[in-house]
């Protein structure tokens, strides 16, 4: 159970294009979900905090115009990096929460090349 | 604040040897802790975790953490080693609540010889 599903697993796109990453709670409810951004050999940095129905809650520090968050329902929310950079260039993880006060179940990341 | 310190951002054992990982955190209220490992180019995996209660906690794939809250730490374990353990392993903190956020530890490789 907890299968949280991160699509695409991998893009590769050319510098100012938008790219829209999905992420899906299979088989249960998320109230709330996680976009963590993670650089190679390094920790998984939390850039915001999405609860459904309402607006994502970002880190201090994360562009919220850059990183637009939806999460329209229960079992989507989904992350655009708008007008993609080289800089933009990173491993990209969900996860989704069952309830308060339980464990985060993470999707398998996004690797995400700006050329 | 929170925070994690995982000492050791490289940990090599021989397959069927002790495996220890060091987790510290800190936090100015009563933590919930996780462990988690990561398989390359994949998310997160939940090995297991603290709330409250019996302080020593067991998770999947043999692997067992205790909570000492007079060292705080949390520091995981797995009596032998197997080569499928070779992988990325984070801890991590939370407050619990409403909120939930994780603190990541700065994660810890562990490579298993044969």
């Known amino acids: 159970g907890a299968v949280v599903s991160q699509h695409p697993s991998r893009v590769i796109c050319k510098s100012g294009t938008s790219v829209k990453i999905e992420c899906r709670s299979l088989d249960f409810q998320a109230t709330t979900m996680f976009w963590y951004r993670q650089f190679p050999k390094k920790s998984l940095m939390l850039m915001a905090t999405s609860n459904e129905g309402s607006k994502a809650t970002y880190e201090q520090g994360v562009e919220k115009d850059k990183f637009l968050i939806n999460h329209a329902s229960l079992t989507l929310s989904t992350l655009t990096v708008t007008s993609a950079h080289p800089e933009d260039s990173s491993f990209y993880i969900c996860?989704?929460?069952?309830?308060?006060?339980?464990?985060?179940?993470f999707g398998d990341g996004t690797r995400l090349s700006i050329l | 604040a929170q925070s994690v310190t995982q000492l050791g951002s490289h940990v090599s054992v021989s397959e069927g040897a002790l495996v220890l990982l060091r987790c510290n955190y800190s936090s100015s209220v009563p933590p919930y802790l996780f462990w988690y490992v990561q398989y390359p180019n994949q998310g997160l995996q939940l090995l297991l975790k603290?709330?409250?209660?019996?302080?020593l906690v067991k998770g999947i794939n043999g692997f067992e953490a205790e909570f000492k809250k007079s060292e705080t730490s949390f520091h995981l374990t797995k009596p032998s080693a197997h080569m499928s353990d070779a992988a990325e392993y984070f801890c991590?903190?939370?407050?619990?609540?409403?909120?939930?956020?994780?603190?990541f530890g700065t994660g810890t490789l562990l490579a298993v010889q044969p």
């Open positions: 991590a903190v939370s407050e619990g609540g409403a909120t939930n956020k994780l603190i």
């Open positions: 603290y709330t409250t209660g019996a302080t």
């Open positions: 996860s989704a929460q069952t309830g308060e006060g339980q464990p985060q179940h």
